[in-house]
């Protein structure tokens, strides 16, 4: 599946995606750029880094729209980060927002997340692999898929909140109903598409920043509004590490590993077999999915960290 978009009109060859990409899936000959399909995790590192804006992962955004206007139901599943995006102390204005842009049902991508967790819970009373491999984050799926084929028996079988959720949401208010996932990452557009029947478009938090920008929607002036559905607070605290809770009375000593280098670092040692009863988060993301690659521009990673809180 081609992930992103290539235009070499506007590279000027300056090959700082070449150098930035973790796997080295990026080529170039002869003035010919290539992303070999097979070695991308889709972390989307290399299109924020290109200053001269020539990579470029497709928006849902004119997709969404198209569904708002011609569907009778699309929902929302609203990544728990969401309120270290927006610049607010009501986090939940964002809920009005979104209901004023169109949307008919707005949920927490919790509620996906709480029904993960128990799946994780589920699957560790009977785990006979010596280590057990969570991967909620697309992009360490694709990294240890194509990298590190040998360790996918140490991985959890369980699908993303993500498309828990979307399953959850197309269950209780019809399977005609469109799903949209909006959050910080780029990795959930090529997750959202492989897995069928879950999630109908995926867009970022930049995305949903620009599209309210263009509109007449005056964010300050909003009123907060509650989501559809509650979401309990383990939920709202995955991005934060809430899966450290599934090993809680298991042999499982919970590990969190963060970023491209450590998630190769922890990876190699599993090949080697240095360790047991270990249960491991992996996000390729440095800082997790806080840190994730397509938040609106210019907020630092302990400002969204602070807005969490
Ligand atoms: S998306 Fe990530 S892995 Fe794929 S080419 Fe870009 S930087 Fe490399
Ligand atoms: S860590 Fe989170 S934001 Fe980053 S690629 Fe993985 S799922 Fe996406």
């Known amino acids: ?53 020539a990579l470029s992962i497709h928006s849902d955004i004119e997709k969404v729209k198209h569904m708002i206007n011609t569907t009778s139901k699309v929902a929302v599943s609203l990544a728990p980060s969401f309120p270290s995006a927006f610049k607010t102390d ?41 280590n057990a491999i969570t991967t909620c984050c697309p992009a360490a799926n694709y990294f240890i898929e194509m990298y590190y084929p040998k360790e996918i028996d140490s991985m959890l079988s369980v699908v993303s909140p993500m498309i828990a959720h979307g399953r959850i949401i197309k269950e209780r208010y019809g399977n005609e109903t469109k799903v949209v996932f909006i959050g910080p990452c780029l990795a959930k557009k090529a997750e959202g598409k492989e897995i069928t029947g879950s999630i109908d478009g995926v867009l970022t938090f930049h995305d949903l920043s620009m599209w309210l920008e263009n509109s007449s929607i005056d964010f300050e002036s909003l ?87």
């Open 1 to 53: 599946m081609k992930f992103i978009d290539f235009d070499k009109d506007k590279c000027d060859e300056c090959f700082k995606c070449l150098r930035t990409c973790p796997t080295k899936a990026i080529s170039f000959k002869k003035h010919q750029r290539e992303i070999i399909n097979d070695m991308c995790v889709k972390c989307g590192v290399c299109q924020q880094v290109c200053p001269q804006k």
């Open 90 to 130: 009501k986090p939940l204005k964002i809920v009005k927002a979104l209901k004023l842009l169109g949307f008919d049902i707005i949920e927490e991508t919790g509620i996906g997340a709480e029904e993960v967790s128990k799946a994780y819970i589920e699957a560790l009373k009977n785990w006979s692999q010596p």
């Open 223 to 309: 009123t907060e509004l509650n989501f559809d559905q509650p979401t309990n607070i383990h939920g709202k605290k995955y991005p934060m590490g809430a899966i450290a809770s599934c090993g809680k009375n298991t042999r499982f000593n919970y590990i969190k590993v963060q970023g491209i280098n450590q998630c190769r670092d922890m990876m190699e040692d599993l090949s080697k077999n240095k360790f047991d009863n270990l249960l491991i988060e992996l996000n390729v993301c440095d800082g997790s999915c806080i840190n994730g690659p397509d938040y609106p521009k210019n907020i630092s990673y302990f400002e969204k960290l602070s807005r969490m809180n």
